[in-house]
């Protein structure tokens, strides 16, 4: 039966690459013992990492804040880059609720007894409600029902401990009882706690450092604690506008699979700074992928995607995934996620499931690594794209460089940063793993341990941050 042999000689050759000279992944067809044709090499593909670099560099030029016009400059870029490739393409439009930070907080310990008072150094979370409130302190512990039952809260401040459970249950259980701002902390914690919380909080909710809030607990602990007064202004939450790009390509062989295979970056990025790897870095490697699949032999499906508002709370992704129909998700080989993906100053490759187990999009993945540039690891980390994919049930990965840069999310996170070797090598990967799905020379892949054997590959402990 054709493919059975073809893990075992697949890509014998090595391949390589050079910045500038483009990606080469030589591998002349071999016959194995059995007289078997390799297969699979024909469809190998060779990436340019100087094509990716001037994705990246076109698109770092500026921030592309979700919602923004700079990111409908960065759409219009990157549809136009797949319509030359031949590509067809759609942009998917979706509203997403865009959080305007506060331009002011201030928490103060209200003077008593002739005491000077005394400002604190509170953070915002993100999502929390604006509002000028005073009161009481009093510690809801880590506010779980257990926590603050029985608590006299009205009309007074709650100082909650984070952890155990989800922040917005924390704040829900002392609005219940009648508080009206709360004080997050990590009692380990030198700074302000910064989690990302995905829906409206129901408060005005801001955060202290361990060693602040730990102070203020200790006065609570006396009758009646110290009064303060929590001001947060400009806090805003607006209906905006962000787009999905959808590029196809349909099987051009004469016998084709009902596979669907898709590759997909954000192209939004945070408004610190031009986000030169958080996720340009994805895109550029989305589009030059994009480009070399064109040229291949394909008798199954491939989209590539690129999400917006992802830095707002995976909306893009959540409202492309929730397009989906249920016919679609069915043929669903995988989903590969490139977000930040070609820093000098980050660590090396991994890749990383929600759910920290290995797929099809890890065996494969780590496969290729193996005969280019080494194995590489799987691991569990969310906090991207390919989140909404899993929870279509989806086989999905994300791929990354683990530790993170120290450049995340600040303007800091420039082109002068990106690695051209970085990004070829991964674009390489994921490429050849993706002409692999399509090739014609394989059965369908939903069969794939049927007849490929992928390479054993270590488990990551340490997520990228
Ligand atoms: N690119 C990051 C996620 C990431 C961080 C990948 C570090 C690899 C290493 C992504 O754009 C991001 O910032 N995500 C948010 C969560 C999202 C749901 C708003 C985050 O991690 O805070
Ligand atoms: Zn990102």
């Known amino acids: 039966m054709k493919g059975i042999l073809w893990s075992r000689f697949l890509l014998a050759a090595s ?36 094509a990716i670099f001037n994705h990246v560099s076109r698109l770092a030029a500026s921030s592309r804040v979700a919602g923004t016009q700079n990111e409908y400059n960065a759409v219009q870029y990157i549809k136009g880059e797949l319509e030359k490739y031949g590509y067809t393409v759609t942009l998917q439009s ?30 915002a979370l993100q999502n929390t409600q604006g509002g000028d409130v005073s009161g009481e302190v009093v510690d809801a512990k880590k506010g ?9 809260l009205k009309g007074k401040i709650a100082l909650i401990e984070a952890g155990q459970i989800d922040t917005n249950a924390k704040i829900a259980n002392v609005a219940d009882q009648g508080a009206v701002a709360v004080i997050l902390y990590n009692p380990s914690s030198d700074t302000p706690i910064l989690d990302t919380q995905f829906s409206t909080l129901s408060l005005p909710t801001v955060s202290l450092s361990g060693k602040d809030a730990q102070a203020l607990k200790q006065k609570t602990a006396a009758n009646g604690g110290p009064r303060v007064r929590l001001s947060v202004q400009g806090v805003a939450a607006m209906a905006a506008t962000s787009y999905n790009v959808v590029a196809t390509l349909r099987p051009n062989t004469t016998t084709t699979t009902s596979d669907l295979v898709t590759v997909g970056a954000h192209h939004d990025s945070v408004s610190a700074g031009p986000g030169a790897n958080d996720d340009a870095s994805g895109v550029g490697i989305v589009l030059e992928v994009a480009r070399a699949v064109g040229g291949t032999q394909r008798d199954s499906e491939v989209r590539f995607l690129t999400f ?57 993945g780590a496969t290729f690594a ?17 989140v909404p994919f899993y929870q279509r049930g989806v ?30 090598n991964v674009a390489t990967i994921v490429g050849n793993s993706v002409a692999e799905i399509l090739s014609p020379t394989t059965p369908s892949f939903k069969r794939y341990k049927d007849f490929f054997t992928p390479v054993n590959y270590p488990y990551d402990p340490n997520p990228p941050v």
């Not at 979706?94 to 509170?122: D, M, N, R, V, Y």
């Not at 779980?144 to 006299?152: F, Y």
């Not at 989906?324 to 499931?353: C, E």
């Not at 460089?401 to 070829?424: C, Q, V």
Request: hydrophobic share 35%.
């Open 15 to 50: 391949l390589c690459w050079g910045s500038g000279a483009g990606l080469a992944l030589a591998a002349p067809p071999e016959a194995g013992p059995e007289g078997a044709v390799v297969h699979g090499s024909a469809n190998a593909i060779t990436v340019n990492g100087d």
């Open 94 to 123: 979706f509203t997403f609720p865009k959080f305007t930070a506060p331009s002011s907080i201030q928490l103060t310990i209200e003077g008593t007894h002739g005491l000077a008072s005394q400002q604190l150094a509170p953070q």
């Open 144 to 152: 779980t029902p257990q926590d603050v039952k029985g608590l006299e």
């Open 308 to 364: 917006g508002a992802e830095e707002y709370g995976l909306y893009g992704s959540q409202a492309y995934a929730n397009s989906l129909s249920s016919t679609d998700i069915g043929r669903f080989i995988g989903h590969f996620q490139l977000d930040m993906v070609g820093s000098k100053n980050s660590g090396t490759l991994g890749m990383y499931t929600v759910n920290g187990q290995k797929n099809v999009v890890t065996d494969l």
């Open 370 to 386: 193996s005969r280019l540039s080494g194995v590489i690891p799987y691991g569990r980390f969310g906090r991207s794209d390919h």
């Open 395 to 424: 086989a999905t990965a994300l791929y990354t460089h683990s530790p993170a840069e120290p450049e995340y999310h600040t303007r800091y996170d420039t082109i002068d940063k990106i690695s051209k070797d970085k990004l070829a």
